[in-house]
């Protein structure tokens, strides 16, 4: 393979004893993943278990950090192209000639300095780099010019002299031969695999096609890798090389590699593509195409942001945003599951040309593409013509437009309307109408899906209803975006839930802390937030404060003293994190940052320059050295006024290694029923993921604080409109301090918290929250020959599947503690990040954990059952299916469950630990 050249309280022990013993999955071998290109998407390769690279573009592969993937280093040994740092050394004298097809040199073995050579020169670097193993490539290229039995033996000789150097030097190397089959009986005690391409599917580098073995070269080197495996017992991996367009193809020869025997890898023949191989990544992103924006702070107010990522993300998928002046230049297949086409504004004539061109390629790599507005100059263009678009002349009508046909899919929040002034004829020439329009005799499919993905039109996507009424989605962005993308089924990595409950958690922003309240006594607000909240509340919560308002050196330092004595108070409770709400509380991030400080674009600090660094790592280190009990630390940033930071902003919360979050305009009510008023979990930017909250606070309800100060009660339609019929967010109480300094806004907290805590949830802090929506970005799922394996899952624990994928077995997964059904989805509950999941047609009548409030920390199978253990906040509380015949005991106590209801068992233990938990079962 030429390659150089191209291309994560408390702990209980659950324990179940169950009559039989249960089966362990059967190993299936190692994946091996082959990546030569530069920036390898790591996020997806985590699913292998080996991964050879190139360490020109991995130069630090400690860095990774990949916990259960291995990186080998690609090394040729037979040759050596001129880019390579080491190239210069060779001395010409040992070059023997050039291998065309791939622009490199071959180097003559049978030199005696050349194992000290390649040592020294070529491993040695790469050894102190932390490389541990190597894939020596390029091993038959002897053959090119040894020409004679004796001079091929004696270049034969020269490379088992390299094994040894390299045994000799590094004891613990790991080898890994491209072919090789000559110098195996030698050699074979320090390989760890064989490796071997081309056995059904090829390609000719020389003529740059790709090609179908033929019979006589596979049987020849089928033969050689039986005997390599069988002889030598030696692992042996398959490459070969499909069009990245023909996935399917991929797939099939994947499956006949791995009928024969071998270990699959199926990619394009630069090995800078996602191929398939022992597993397959499901790719989860989707390239989102936008107009180009006029600067960083832009794309938070664009329409695939503030209404296409949620769809996108309950579906699993991860949405990346580019415009037509930053596409991506790599392959796509395998790495993105489509392209979602979503334009505000014409691109100048260059852009067009770029985008289409792009388009195109992405068209004939069988990339599905969706459309939210079919741009004119596209349909008009080449492009438009192939995907099948035709424009007829428009026949002269006084009729009004009628819907002539219309799909289920349409008329999801707002019925289709007929415009005349949108109508224009348009046909497509294959594909399934969804919605069509008539005028007269002329008729415009304003949308389809189609052979290459679908579209439809602006008119029909969104509409804005008259007013302030807000924005409503007429077509079903779920179903729209699964079937035009083509995305599949797939265990969704889910944020909202954990251990089978819905997660509930709380944060403060600290605006208004020294205001007084109209309470009894006009307490400080802080005050109010210490003794009404924080005393009588005792569930995960995380607390900011403004510097500005409460540093003797900030705008009230005659209140300091108190104030600082308060959030001292609430910073000591064990059930509050620490959080910052800035130094000075920018209204306006951009502008604040552009040098407009001085325009009222955050508090008014006499003296004071804006300054990132200050607003950030100053007021942590104020709340963190003032405030702080000993050993606390400060886990949040808060985003203050727009909640729009730069990427400079996000870039020092990413280096104090503290979560961020706020910004999202989820504030969906019986008023704005409606999905549009729900925002996806954050928007990715240059300097780090901005994570937003998942809900609104008293803010929006109370009209911008000019009332009804009870407003926030409000958000509990909020929370109930977010979990029926969907899912689409956990419980977030999110308030400013000033809500307590009125009445009414105390009473309507008081009256959110009571309807939270009535609900069956997992209380979790923010912070908790935030790295479960990283996690979102970069889990890998990959399908396996026996199910589904995650990887990467470090913080987010819960998989989401519809129905009619089937329930978790358990009995033959990894990692996989239980699961609950609910809504028509299976939220199944992992215990490690990497985990195997395998699935039955209906769920067995095992006992299983069903759901807990606290988070499931290990899971294992003991001899006669399972075994948990489990992390909470709060007192725990959990649930068992089918444990009705069994005694669940702690620390040796019998324990009763409060109830049985329809084959479900509810326990609850006040301490927060109990170890053991056990519950054993006869029968």
């Not at 259960?68 to 001395?91: C, D, F, M, N, W």
């Not at 004829?425 to 969804?434: C, E, F, K, N, V």
Request: charge should be neutral.
């Amino acid at each position: 393979m030429k390659k150089s050249h191209i291309f994560w309280s408390c702990l209980v022990w659950l324990g179940l004893v169950a009559p039989a013993a249960l089966a362990v999955p059967a190993n299936e071998g190692p994946a091996v993943a082959f990546y030569y290109g530069d920036n390898p998407p790591w996020s997806e390769l985590q699913a292998f278990d080996l991964v050879v690279v190139d360490p020109d573009h991995v130069p630090d592969p400690k860095a990774i950090g990949l916990t259960h993937t291995r990186l080998a280093a690609y090394v040729a040994l037979g040759e050596v192209q001129p880019s390579r740092g080491y190239a210069t050394k060779i001395p010409a004298t040992w070059l023997v000639g050039e291998n065309k097809d791939w622009g490199s040199r071959l180097i003559d073995q049978s030199r005696p300095e050349w194992p000290r050579f390649f040592t020294d020169s070529v491993i040695a670097p790469l050894w102190d780099k932390g490389y541990r193993t190597f894939f020596l490539d390029t091993l038959d290229s002897y053959h090119l010019f040894a020409k004679t039995p004796e001079t091929r033996a004696i270049q034969e000789a020269g490379m088992v002299a390299v094994m040894e150097a390299l045994a000799t030097r590094y004891p613990d190397i790991k080898l890994i031969f491209n072919r090789g089959f000559e110098i195996l009986p030698q050699t074979h005690k320090r390989v760890e695999m064989v490796v071997a391409e081309s056995l059904f599917q090829g390609f000719d580098a020389g003529k740059g096609q790709y090609k179908v073995v033929p019979a006589e070269d596979r049987e020849w080197l089928t033969g050689q890798l039986r005997r390599a495996n069988e002889a030598y017992q030696l692992p042996v991996v398959v490459i070969d090389y499909v069009p990245p367009a023909e996935r399917e193809l991929a797939r099939a020869t994947a499956k006949r590699i791995k009928d024969a025997g071998f270990t699959p890898w199926v990619a394009t023949p630069d090995l800078a593509s996602l191929g398939v191989g022992a597993v397959e990544v499901m790719p989860r992103r989707v390239a989102v195409i936008h107009s180009v924006l006029k600067d960083d702070y832009a794309l938070r107010q664009m329409a695939p942001v503030r209404y296409g990522a949620m769809p996108l993300q309950y579906l699993g998928f991860i949405p990346e945003y580019f415009d037509a002046q930053h596409l991506p230049g790599f392959s796509l297949p395998g790495r993105y599951a489509a392209v979602l086409l979503w334009l505000d504004a014409t691109p100048s004539e260059a852009d067009q040309r770029v985008l289409l061109a792009w388009l195109e390629k992405q068209r004939a790599d069988q990339v599905p593409i969706a459309m939210l507005g079919a741009p004119t100059f596209l349909m008009e263009a080449p492009l438009g013509k192939k995907l099948g678009f035709s424009l007829p002349p428009a026949r002269a009508s006084t009729q009004p437009v009628r819907v002539a046909q219309k799909d289920a899919m349409l008329g999801y929040e707002r019925a289709v309307s007929a415009p005349v002034d949108d109508f224009y004829p348009l046909a497509i020439q294959l594909g399934r109408p969804l919605l069509q329009l008539a005028r007269g005799s002329d008729t415009q499919v304003a949308a389809a899906l189609t052979p290459w993905g679908g579209y439809v039109l602006t008119t029909h996507s969104l509409v804005a209803l008259p007013g302030e009424s807000g924005i409503r989605w007429v077509i079903d962005p779920f179903a729209f975006f699964k079937q035009a993308l083509r995305l599949p089924d797939l265990p969704v990595p889910d944020v909202s839930t954990e251990s089978g409950r819905r997660m509930l958690m709380v944060h403060m922003d600290g605006d208004g802390f020294i205001s007084r309240s109209e309470l009894p006594g006009n307490p400080m607000a802080g005050a109010v937030v210490r003794d009404r909240i924080v005393k009588t509340y005792p569930i995960p919560m995380t607390i900011s404060v403004i510097e500005a308002e409460l540093s003797p050196q900030g705008l009230y330092p005659g209140l300091s003293s108190a104030a600082e004595k308060i959030a001292k108070d609430i910073f000591a409770a064990p059930n509050v994190a620490m959080a910052s709400h800035s130094y000075s509380h920018p209204f306006v991030w951009r502008k604040a940052s552009a040098d407009d400080a001085n325009e009222g674009y955050n508090l008014r600090l006499p003296g004071y320059q804006f300054d990132l660094q200050r607003e950030i790592e100053g007021s942590i280190s104020y709340i963190e050295d003032r405030l702080a009990p000993p050993g606390k630390k400060v886990s949040m940033f808060f985003w203050t006024g727009d909640c729009i930071p730069g990427s400079d902003a996000l870039s020092w919360t990413k280096k104090l290694q503290v979560q961020n979050m706020n910004g999202g305009d989820t504030i969906a009510t019986r008023s704005q029923p409606t999905v549009t008023q729900v925002e996806g979990l954050g928007v990715p930017r240059a300097g780090g993921y901005q994570v937003f909250a998942p809900n609104q606070n008293e803010n929006v309800y109370t009209n911008n604080w000019t009332g009804p100060f009870y407003g926030f009660e409000r958000v509990i339609e909020t929370f109930e409109f977010t979990e029926t019929p969907k899912r689409l967010k956990p419980i977030n109480i999110y308030f400013h301090t000033y809500l307590t300094t009125k009445a009414a806004g105390m009473k309507s907290l008081d009256k959110v918290f009571t309807y939270a805590l009535a609900q069956e949830t997992t209380p979790v802090y923010v912070a908790d929250y935030a790295r479960k929506v990283l996690d979102f970005q970069t889990v890998a799922v990959a399908r396996t020959a026996s199910g589904w394996r995650v990887r990467g899952a470090h913080d987010l624990r819960t998989l989401r599947l519809p129905a009619s994928m089937g329930a978790p077995d358990l009995a033959t997964s990894e990692s996989v503690a239980g699961f609950a059904s609910y809504q028509g989805s299976v939220y199944a509950h992992l215990s490690a990040g990497s985990a195997e999941l395998a699935l039955r047609d209906t769920a067995s009548d095992a006992v299983r954990l069903v759901s807990a409030n606290g988070r499931i920390e290990g899971f294992e199978r003991v001899p006669n059952g399972y075994r948990w253990s489990l992390s909470a906040y709060v007192p725990l509380r959990f649930t068992l299916a089918n444990a009705q015949a069994c005694q669940v005991r702690v620390g040796g106590r019998l324990l009763a469950p409060k109830r049985h209801v329809d084959g479900l068992s509810f326990f609850e233990i006040q301490d927060h630990v109990a170890r053991p938990l056990e519950a054993i079962c006869r029968g």
